[in-house]
């Protein structure tokens, strides 16, 4: 069973900074584009950054500039580096991850479980 695990949210001042990890595990053939959404409360979940497999990046707008967005795959690793960092970039953020189990089969996407980022003086 294939799974995606985000990590390193938490409490962080105004203008400081965090790296989030999503890690993936389990038996899968490939692993393509990874994406990072964030769900603010009372809000919908919206797209952050997402990365292909080969490398090649997309931005929201609001994400340009301050977000950077990476992959390690040897890691099974895609990163998240948030400068600073807003009070209005308080959310739970998701990552979102495509597997091929076995080749030939269709792709699938799932979603990780989320990791809270609160940013607050």
């Known amino acids: 069973q294939v799974q995606l695990v985000e990590s390193g949210g938490g409490l962080v001042q105004p203008g400081g900074s965090l790296r989030l990890s999503c890690a993936a595990s389990?038996?899968?053939?490939?692993?393509?584009?990874i994406a990072w959404y964030r769900q603010a409360p009372g809000k919908q979940r919206e797209f952050v950054a997402g990365?292909?497999?080969?490398?090649?990046?997309t931005y929201a707008d609001s994400a340009k500039g301050r977000f950077s967005i990476s992959r390690d795959n040897a890691k099974k690793t895609v990163y998240l580096q948030i400068n600073s960092l807003q009070v209005d970039d308080t959310a739970v953020y998701y990552c979102?991850?495509?597997?091929?189990?076995?080749?030939?089969?269709?792709?699938?996407?799932?979603w990780g479980q989320g990791t809270q980022v609160t940013v607050s003086s």
């Open positions: 979102n991850g495509v597997f091929v189990v076995r080749s030939g089969n269709p792709p699938f996407a799932i």
């Open positions: 990365i292909s497999n080969s490398g090649a990046t």
């Open positions: 389990g038996s899968f053939f490939t692993l393509d584009a």
